[in-house]
């Protein structure tokens, strides 16, 4: 089985301690069966107090500290389990954040999530139109899927389209709202404020800096054609049809739109990070933009 990733896949590299937004505060972090039932038979002082800050109830989480922190990020913002036992004794959800994975019949596609700032950093620092790509291959393969397989390609087409820099970013956008009969309001924030204005936030400062966005453009066409694809690439291959394609376009048009305008008021990386923290990462969140988005094209 073939494995894509975007070309910038393998520049991600996490920042520990200079990282201003860690991923180990704020979080419930679950522990899988099989690192929970590793973690337990550790007879050293680290399985000690690893056996002190899981809870019992399932599914097993590390008891977080004050500020939510996780209770092995050490004083100089480091992991301490990493320092003890090693990266690859991590369990499954800190050994893969901030990466994502989607599964399809004859191939798996990975990615890099925009809530971290690296992350951030890596997307709307690329120059180049960002491709995906083979990173791995076992050279297994299942039946493919002919719907799946359609969608993919359909996926692949709106890319190329994206990435087509003979045409203005204006045009491009253009085009893809026309191929898929998209109104110009999925384009339009205040069409969505009192949507943004509804929704739940972890942070009261994201909910008056999310209700008060206007709509003003401030990243540059590269930077705007990176985290488009960014959307596209993550959520519209795993539409089931064409109808949902078209709401998840929607859905990535507008948050790249938001990602833009919030970048008003704080630095790019941080309104990149915020959106997907605040929203892409909250189901509830993305459900009420979705609904939102269904009566505007008339789904
Ligand atoms: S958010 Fe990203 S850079 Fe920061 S600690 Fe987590 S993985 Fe590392």
């Given at each position: 089985m073939k494995t894509y990733a975007p070309d910038y896949y393998n520049d991600f590299k996490c920042i520990a301690d200079k990282c201003k937004n860690s991923c180990c505060i704020g979080w419930e972090i679950d522990i899988d069966d099989e690192t929970y039932d590793k973690y337990m038979s550790l007879r050293s002082p680290i399985g000690e107090k690893l056996r002190n800050n899981i809870t019992t109830d399932i599914p097993h989480s590390f008891k977080l500290?004050?500020?939510?922190?996780?209770?092995?990020?050490?004083?100089?913002?480091?992991?301490?389990?990493?320092?003890?036992?090693?990266?690859?004794?991590?369990?499954?959800?800190?050994?893969?954040?901030?990466?994502?994975?989607?599964f399809y019949n004859t191939r798996t596609e990975i990615g890099l999530g925009l809530c971290c700032e690296a992350v951030g950093d890596i997307v709307l620092n690329k120059k180049t139109p960002t491709r995906l790509i083979v990173i791995d291959d076992d050279g297994e393969t299942d039946v493919p899927d002919e719907a799946e397989e359609e969608i993919i390609k359909l996926r692949d087409n709106i890319l190329s389209l994206l990435s087509d820099r003979t045409c203005s970013l204006d045009e491009r956008v253009m085009?893809?709202?026309?191929?898929?009969?998209?109104?110009?309001?999925?384009?339009?924030?205040?069409?969505?404020?009192?949507?943004?204005?509804?929704?739940?936030?972890?942070?009261?400062?994201?909910?008056?800096?999310?209700?008060?966005?206007?709509?003003?453009k401030t990243l540059t066409e590269i930077e705007y054609e990176q985290i488009l694809n960014?959307?596209?690439?993550?959520?519209?291959?795993?539409?089931?049809?064409?109808?949902?394609?078209?709401?998840?376009?929607?859905?990535?048009?507008?948050?790249?739109?938001?990602?833009?305008?919030?970048?008003?008021?704080?630095?790019?990386?941080?309104?990149?990070?915020?959106?997907?923290?605040?929203?892409?990462?909250?189901?509830?969140?993305?459900?009420?933009?979705?609904?939102?988005?269904?009566?505007l094209i008339g789904e």
């Open positions: 500290r004050e500020n939510e922190k996780c209770p092995f990020l050490n004083e100089n913002g480091l992991c301490e389990l990493i320092l003890t036992l090693g990266e690859d004794q991590l369990c499954d959800i800190c050994a893969l954040h901030p990466r994502y994975r989607n085009n893809l709202l026309e191929s898929f009969a998209l109104p110009d309001a999925v384009l339009k924030l205040s069409e969505f404020r009192l949507v943004f204005s509804s929704l739940e936030y972890m942070s009261p400062k994201s909910l008056s800096l999310f209700s008060s966005v206007t709509d003003e960014y959307f596209v690439c993550r959520y519209l291959a795993n539409s089931i049809d064409e109808t949902e394609i078209r709401v998840y376009l929607a859905f990535a048009l507008l948050s790249t739109n938001f990602i833009s305008a919030l970048a008003k008021n704080i630095p790019k990386t941080e309104a990149c990070r915020l959106y997907s923290s605040e929203i892409e990462y909250n189901e509830e969140n993305v459900e009420i933009i979705i609904e939102k988005i269904c009566e």
